[in-house]
């Protein structure tokens, strides 16, 4: 056993609002993944996800479901949610042992849509935080995969003192692209993102999903690329400002655009499932994040490797090709556009 290798498992934790769609996202990332030739293994973490479109192989449906807590508590949809959630959490040895036969596999987590679990609630945040001490990883021995068994019990003292990962996942956060259509609605996007990224506490990719659909119900006030990058927002205030309802909060609004400027820490990159070199630039970013592509599940060259640890990411000319691709072109001259400002 002296030149046995050790592989990180390695996943995605899909969450965003309802409706922003996280399962067609796990359906189609998965489908990408094998056909990279991954073993991907999809887990269904939302207790009210029924009729799913993908091979799931874990569902916490069989745990608990949302129906049942809602008839036996008389809860609503929201605090029945939370309660399965909580629920989980106080059983994850369940999900342990659904986990521990899919070592060596790539994990995309379904999560539930509920706002609230990823902004301050504490369930999927302690979720993720114990599955990532979960050691859910193959050794490789002579080229054969041998299954770890000697950390199959989840020692409580582990809560005490957080050991050395050994399952990398990633948050892949997605909100509906046509957000970007409204100035007060962008701007609460990136307050709910801010605010998601610091309370997971993962490594964090965020998308704008749907973007074939991004000017169904308006157009975009700038290009692509000042909502991806997040560029200067006092413009989107100077919109707010010209708004009968708006102009009366002006000094929240500017409140607000200072924070998430402070963090600096929100972008995004525009995703289209169903565009193959979409899902091929998320996938860069998550492996990225993640740190799979430094990993030897895949053959990477040095000089791959110091590029995607020291090189710059332009995502200028990709998101020129997107604007390009999904959006009209405007048919006002730039002298008119700057008078409308």
């Not at 609230?116 to 859910?136: N, P, V």
């Not at 050395?164 to 259509?181: P, Q």
């Not at 009366?248 to 169903?274: A, T, W």
Request: net charge negative; glycine share 6%; aromatic share 8%.
């Amino acid at each position: 056993m002296a030149g046995a290798a050790q592989t990180t498992a390695f996943g995605q934790a899909v969450i965003g609002p309802p409706g922003s769609g996280k399962t067609t996202y796990c359906l189609g990332m998965s489908e990408f993944l094998r056909a990279l030739g991954r073993r991907v293994a999809v887990v269904n973490l939302d207790p009210a996800n029924e009729g799913l479109p993908y091979e799931c192989a874990v569902d916490v449906g069989e745990l608990v479901g949302l129906a049942d807590v809602m008839d036996a508590l008389r809860l609503g949809p929201n605090g029945g949610l939370l309660y399965c959630m909580e629920y989980l959490e106080a059983n994850l040895d369940w999900l342990r042992a659904k986990l521990d036969p899919l070592r060596g596999h790539y994990f995309l987590f379904d999560c539930p849509g509920q706002v609230e679990l990823c902004t301050h609630h504490g369930a999927l945040r302690s979720i993720f935080s114990q599955m990532a001490q979960w050691d859910l990883r193959v050794r490789l021995v002579s080229g054969r995969p041998i299954v770890q068994m000697e950390e199959l019990r989840f020692r409580e003292e582990s809560r005490c003192h957080v050991p050395m990962s050994h399952s990398e996942l990633t948050a892949v956060h997605l909100v509906d692209s046509h957000y970007c259509t409204d100035p007060a609605k962008f701007i609460s996007v990136l307050c709910t993102s801010l605010a998601t990224m610091l309370h997971v506490e993962l490594p964090h990719v965020n998308l704008l999903s749907k973007m074939d659909l991004i000017e169904h119900y308006g157009k975009l006030a700038f290009n692509l690329d000042y909502y991806t990058e997040v560029l200067d927002l006092s413009y989107l205030l100077d919109h707010l400002a010209s708004d009968p309802f708006f102009c009366h909060f002006r000094q929240l609004n500017e409140k607000l655009v200072q924070l998430i400027e402070d963090y600096s820490l929100v972008s995004f990159i525009p995703l289209n499932i169903q565009d193959k070199e979409s899902i091929q630039r998320v996938l860069k970013a998550v492996d990225k994040a993640n740190g799979y592509c430094f990993g030897v599940q895949e053959q990477r060259s040095l000089e791959a490797m110091m590029s995607a640890a020291m090189g710059a990411d332009f995502h200028f000319s990709s998101t020129l090709g997107i604007q390009e691709k999904y959006l009209e072109p405007s048919d006002q001259s730039v002298e008119q556009e700057t008078m409308q400002l």
